[in-house]
């Protein structure tokens, strides 16, 4: 198993690309001065410590895309969403990696 299969689990590989074709709710997680400083267009910016205090913002979404600058912040975001209820939410990873398949 590589890092990254460690990192981001080695479940059902999602087709990022399709999904966010699919019109996903893409949510960098970062803090609003990095996401200021550069974002995937269309994004929302929901900081992780404002996760559980914002997830009426994620109901009714076919999909959720969560994302940061590592993975790390994303991956505890996906942790908190499935605490409460989505089984909708894929880590990106980096919002680097998520960016590449936006138009």
Sequence with gaps: MNILQ?????GPKVDIKATIAEGA????VRTPGEFNSGHVKGSVNIPLDSVTHQ???????????VFCRSGNRSSQ??????????TNVVNGGTWNNVNQ???
């Design 6 to 10: 460690q990192l981001f689990g080695s």
């Design 25 to 28: 709710f893409l949510v960098d």
């Design 55 to 65: 997830l009426a913002k994620f109901k009714n979404k076919k999909n959720i895309i």
């Design 77 to 86: 975001a996906k942790l908190i969403l499935e605490q409460n209820g989505f």
């Design 101 to 103: 398949y936006v138009q």
